[in-house]
C-alpha cells in the first residue's frame, strides 16, 4: 500500500493513522515524517508534540540519529513548544549537547566519513550559490 501523498499535507488523524500502521505503507519514509512534523502549518503546536511523541515510540532510534543525520531538523524537534521561553544560552547548550552526541553515535557506529544527511551537500549560507544542494565527496573544496 502506498501513503501517495506528502506527509505535511496530511490530518492529524491519519499521520497518527500512518504512524501506527507504518509497516502497511512501502513508501513510508521516517526522516519524511520528523520533517513534515517541523514543516506542516495546519497542526497546532500541541498536536505536533503528540504526532513527535508517538513517532518516538516507533522510531526512538532513527529520532536519535537525527542528530547526525539532521541536526536543523532534530534541534526544530526538540524544542517544539520551547521556542519563546529559550534563551540564546539555552539554544548554544542544545547545539553543544547535539554536537556532542553526533560524535558519540559516530564513534559508536564506528563512522569515520561524514557522507551523508546535513554534510555531503554544499551549503555556503548564500541563497543565490549555483551548488547549493549539489553533493560533493568528502574533503572537496565546495562543500562548505
Known sequence: MKINQ????LRYARLKEIIVNHKKYTDFNTLGIYRAIV??????TEQKID???LANEYFSKTFNFLQVKD???YFALTILGEEDELTVADEAKIWEDIRRNKEKILKA???KHRNFGYYSKHNCGDD???YNGVM????SR???
Open 136 to 139: 560533493f565527496k568528502e574533503g
Open 128 to 130: 543565490a550559490c549555483v
Open 71 to 73: 541536526p536543523r531538523t
Open 109 to 111: 557506529k564506528r563512522i
Open 6 to 9: 506528502q506527509f505535511n499535507q
Open 142 to 144: 565546495h562543500l562548505l
Open 51 to 53: 504526532i513527535r511523541d
Open 39 to 44: 514543516e506542516h502549518e495546519k497542526l497546532s
